[in-house]
């Protein structure tokens, strides 16, 4: 198992903690999602095969240079830890039906980190799940000054067509019939929810810590359901140090995938 998503007790949100549980198996995964192989990355993750495709010599060279392992680079670390949520976002999901937008290769991108649908068993829409990702050293400092304010942004209805843009095209790739119909009768302020994920430090990984973490959610997007308001958090004693070492598996990574498909 590469990595393992645990719920933490905590009233307003549904919460849940990461723990990287092999670091090669989740490097091999970033590695094809860099590779932009992100639909077997998601076969693994739904159990529905392992058949891995053939890795491309150009696209070593697009993966490589994302990473920049030879320095630090907020870039480069902010993409590395959209990729893992975008992994744990699937590892939670699990057999539920829903659809989750593509992971990011483009550093710096100023869309929606990603958008999760969530969908019933007759495939209507029951929710549409905004995430902001966060690899920082101060997590806290963070989430109040970006995080918060695009959460009270969004509640309050701004970026709306942009979301039903989004919206629109993870319907289509879920095949979701009379997809106008759906759009058009959509009340956003009752299916949008929220999820932040962050890195963090060890303390962050208790109760405690997690609740104050994470203060003042139910205050940014109000209402009685916690679900509405995922948070997640990896602990890390340094992440600049880990991502620095991460980013060379994933680089290792890479090779061994290329040498493996000739």
């Given amino acids: 198992m590469s ?3 645990n719920p933490i007790e905590n009233s307003s949100t549904s919460g849940f903690v990461w ?12 590695a094809r999602v860099y590779l932009g192989h992100w639909n077997h990355v998601q076969k693994i993750l739904m159990k529905l095969g392992k058949g891995a495709p053939p890795v491309a010599d150009g696209a070593v060279i697009e993966a490589k240079a994302r990473l920049n392992v030879n320095g630090t680079s907020w870039h480069r670390d902010g993409l590395l830890f959209q990729a893992i949520s975008w992994i744990a976002a699937h590892k939670l999901s699990g057999s539920t039906p829903s659809v989750i937008s593509l992971p990011h290769l483009i550093p710096a991108h100023k869309g929606f980190d990603g958008i999760q649908i969530e969908l019933d068993d007759q495939h209507e829409l029951r929710g549409v799940l905004v995430f902001e990702d966060k690899a920082s050293e101060n997590a806290r400092a963070i989430i109040t000054s970006e995080v918060w304010p695009e959460f009270r942004l969004l509640e309050s209805g701004a970026r709306e067509t942009e979301l039903m843009q989004e919206t629109t095209a993870l319907l289509q790739r879920g095949q979701v019939p009379d997809i106008d119909q759906i759009i058009e009768g959509i009340v956003w302020k009752k299916i949008r929810k929220f999820r932040v994920s962050v890195t963090g430090e060890p303390k962050h990984g208790t109760v405690s810590g997690f609740a104050k973490l994470f203060k003042d959610y139910e205050a940014v997007a109000p209402g009685t359901d916690p679900a509405k308001r995922r948070a997640e958090v990896i602990c890390l004693a340094d992440v600049r140090v880990w991502l620095d070492a991460f980013a060379q598996r994933v680089e290792q990574a890479i090779d061994k995938e290329k040498s493996g498909s000739v």
């Fill in 19 to 30: 723990t990287v549980e092999d670091e090669d198996e989740l490097a091999r995964m970033v």
């Fill in 3 to 5: 990595l393992s998503i």
